[in-house]
């Protein structure tokens, strides 16, 4: 029997995590569309099964005509995996400019919406559609200096089971990821400006996770596939701690 190819759009597709996600997606047979700033870190990935977007998904109009461009070549969009996201460098407050603050809303939890909104209306039609965002275990296991990201991470798990509740009467499931601090670029970008970057990884990171490695985007793709698949089917509303214990 042929297995069914379900049709996915990836944001932050260029990113450690997003990278990741669409090499398990495209091996279980799913065709995914994949949104970035950049898209050269796909280069590598030739496959029919995988379109790419250099898109600002901050532009609204952008985003809605290529989920419409998808839904007409496809006939459906059957997932929606939010794995973009910016850092923040740990910096006290007061010298948190407003611009910082609004960089980061506008990034961790205004694509959201956007990309969120866009989708929707296709997975009501089909009455069927699970959207996963990736936000963070620090926002129930902060850390000194990252008050803006954490905040946008909070947002983001709020959004999500918001709609998990407006949207599960069209039977389509919204779910969080929490990812411990994982091996990807990222990471070292949660470093306080002139820290040694390699050495806050070994003695902050590494250290605060009782499983004793950073996260691999591998540990994260196989959350994203099951809580895209049918096995995943009554599960909405949820966050899953992807973190090797961080969260304890
Ligand atoms: N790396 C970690 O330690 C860690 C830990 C917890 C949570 N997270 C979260 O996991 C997600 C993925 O992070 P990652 O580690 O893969 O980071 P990454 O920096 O490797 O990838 C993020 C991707 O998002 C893209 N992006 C940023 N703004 C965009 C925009 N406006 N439009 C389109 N694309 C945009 C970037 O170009 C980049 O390719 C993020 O939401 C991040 O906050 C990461």
Redesign the pocket.
């Known amino acids: 029997m042929a297995v069914e190819q379900k049709v996915i759009v990836v944001?932050?597709?260029?990113?450690?995590?997003?990278?990741a996600i669409i090499h398990e997606q495209l091996k279980l047979g799913n065709r995914v569309i994949g949104?970035?700033?950049?898209i050269d870190?796909l280069s590598d990935i030739a496959q029919d099964a995988l379109q790419c977007f250099e898109?600002?998904?901050?532009q609204e109009e952008r985003v809605q005509d290529i989920c419409q461009q998808v839904f007409d070549k496809y006939g459906r969009i059957d997932g929606l995996v939010?794995?973009?996201?910016?850092?923040q460098s740990a910096t006290p407050i007061e010298e948190v400019t407003m611009d910082e603050w609004n960089r980061l809303m506008?990034?961790?939890v205004k694509?959201l919406f956007i990309t969120t909104k866009a989708v929707v209306p296709f997975m009501k039609k089909q009455q069927r559609g699970s959207i996963i965002?990736?936000?963070?275990?620090?926002a129930v296991r902060p850390r000194p200096g990252l008050q803006a990201?954490i905040a946008s991470?909070g947002a983001a798990e709020s959004f999500t089971r918001g709609l998990a509740i407006e949207l599960a009467s069209s039977q389509i499931r919204v779910n969080t990821i929490?990812?411990?601090?994982?091996?990807?670029?990222?990471?070292g970008?949660?470093a306080a400006q002139g820290a040694d970057v390699e050495q806050t990884k070994q003695s902050v990171?590494v250290q605060s996770v009782p499983l004793g490695r950073?996260?691999k985007?591998a540990d994260?793709a196989g959350a994203v596939s099951y809580l895209l698949s049918d096995a995943a089917s009554m599960v909405t509303g949820t966050t899953l701690h992807v973190d090797g214990g961080r969260g304890l």
């Open positions: 944001t932050g597709a260029g990113g450690g995590m997003g990278k949104l970035d700033l950049s870190a898109v600002n998904v901050l939010n794995a973009l996201g910016i850092a506008d990034v961790n694509s965002t990736i936000a963070s275990i620090s990201y991470k929490h990812p411990g601090p994982a091996d990807t670029q990222m990471l970008q949660f990171f950073l996260v985007p994260i």
